[in-house]
């Protein structure tokens, strides 16, 4: 069985990751990127699935980790009656093909170590070829070749290799795993001491680059860290989550996968980036979003591919039982091909914020805009399936009608600020009709507040974005009655669900976790309010669900207290960021999205 989803910790190198448990096992890695077929997957089924442990042979009487200090350097330490080891693990930066090192440590008295690899290609489906080298082991099977070099000697059982040896204070034993593509030629071994010393210091040095001082500098440091771990450094793309169907709800079927890069998220991830002071990353993350939503209009994806493939067929992968049980596991999402409004505004709302944050201007991109513009017109007021990617009946869902709200707002915007060429008086037009649309349809005065779709009876934590947009004032009276119905009846222990969830709205099984997004946008709206006591509050009891090296997943189960929902989440530590500058400053990008 595969540990708690807040007992693994995460090591990358910006193109692929893999989660480190406590008890020194890595569950989950895919090579060569994070889209690509597991080499252990363990983690969604069993150790014969792929997996690779070292750890005490013996008893252990306290495990403690860590992040060396500004980086995604791991240091695992394991205290045993006979002394004490640490294991330290990293993916050092790219130079070719992708590396993981382990560099076992011995630091007090002599410990009795055990090694158990197995490694399963194609998400645990595929046994290997593998033979003996010098150092080592060579393992093939179709297109894919990796070798593990170590100084310790091994040996097969029950198609794994396995070793047990001893480590002394003062030892430093190398493990290194490589992946390459099994028709080129084996490359030479990696020297694991420099790559160890050079992948501290390069993690170091962007830590460096930080420009965030607030009062919460350490978690908002490792939330960034975080983000620039699931970045894909080729393209500049920012995956949600480095693995695929954990659970949102424990033996349920809400398993989604979550490897891919959504457009959503386009708005928020370059304020965090602009707050931390990456310029670069911010870029990167801009020509990414330029290059993918290229093209004709009307065939504009959701969410997209690493580099920006559109094509994300999802299907099943019957052989694996799910965390804990939790199936289908699946490949792919079926949601890209879904027709959800919002993603125009968050799209105009990331070029028009990178405008406003001295970003260099770009002629195509406003090209694009007035494209992406004109088609948004023609179909702003047809159902889609919204914020959540429900897989039930298409709505008129009020968040999605705001969203394109805000799409033509920042168009006018761009054209009253920066001078920009376009149709300003009817994009002022369309504006309001928007906007009388939305309050009309979208307000349920029994109720006192927005409802989730036109004519529902219930709220959404969605529409805790109204204010933050700039829909309209926080202070408004609509406003205040959303955040209040949204307290009385999508909070659960002092945390925000979604939505109610039930097969008649989303066509799924009734049940999920907390959103931990979510639960961020109501503190955000606290510091708009001026509740600012309760926004930090509700911003500290968040902290408190993050593990004990700073990472957070998409949703917390108030029931089971525990972490679900893909893991680690760049939408939750983008929303930690944020919220964190909206505490620190009076005017954080809650005011400066709001205001535009």
Known sequence: MASRIEDYALIGDCQTAALVAKDGSIDWLCLPRFDSGAC???????????????????????????????????????????????????????????????????????????????????????????????????????????????????????????????????????????????????????????????????????????????????????????????????????????????????????????????????????????????????????????????????????????????????FELPWLPGYENSAPVRVGNAAYKQLQLDIFGEVMDALHVARKSGLECDENAWRLERNLIDFMEKIWRDPDEGIWEMRGPRRDFTHSKVMAWVAVDRMVKAVERFGLDGPVEHWRQLRSEIHADACTHGFDAKLGGFVQYYGAQETDASLLMLPLVGFLPPHDERIRGTVALIERTLMRDGFVDRYQTHESVDGLPRGEGSFLPCSFWLADNYCLLGRRDEARQLFERLLGLANDVGLLSEEYDPLTKRLVGNFPQAFTHVALVNTAVNLARAEGPADKRRES
């Open 40 to 314: 252990f997957a363990a983690l969604l089924g069993t150790p014969e699935h792929g997996r690779w442990q070292i750890a005490p042979a013996g008893q252990v009487s306290k495990i403690s980790r860590r992040y060396i200090d500004g980086t995604l350097v791991l240091e695992t330490v394991y205290e045993t009656e006979t002394g004490e080891v640490a294991i330290i693990d990293c993916m050092p930066p790219r130079t070719h093909e992708p590396e993981l090192l382990r560099m076992v440590v011995g630091r007090r008295g002599t410990v009795p170590m055990k090694m158990h690899l197995t490694i399963r290609f194609d998400y645990g489906s595929i046994v290997p070829w593998v033979r003996r080298l010098d150092d080592g082991i060579r393992a093939v099977a179709g297109p894919d070749l990796v070798e593990l070099h170590t100084p310790i000697p091994l040996h097969g059982e029950n198609q794994s290799t396995v070793a047990e040896f001893s480590v002394s204070a003062g030892e430093r034993i190398p493990f290194v795993l490589r992946w390459q593509p099994s028709h080129e030629p084996p490359q030479p071994p990696l020297d694991a001491e420099r790559a160890l010393q050079q992948t501290g210091e390069w993690w170091q040095a962007w830590s460096a680059r930080c420009q965030y001082d607030g009062p919460y500098r350490e978690i908002v440091l490792r939330s960034l860290l975080t983000l620039k771990a699931l970045t894909y450094a080729p393209t500049g793309g920012i995956v949600a989550a480095p693995t695929t169907s954990l659970p949102e709800h424990l033996g349920g079927v809400r398993n989604w996968d979550y490897r891919y890069c959504w457009l959503r998220d386009a708005t928020f991830t370059l304020y965090a980036l602009m707050t931390g002071g990456y310029t670069d990353e911010a870029l990167a993350w801009r020509s990414w979003l330029l290059r993918t939503v290229a093209g004709n209009p009307s065939q504009i994806n959701i969410m997209y591919g690493l580099a920006g493939e559109r094509r994300l067929t999802e």
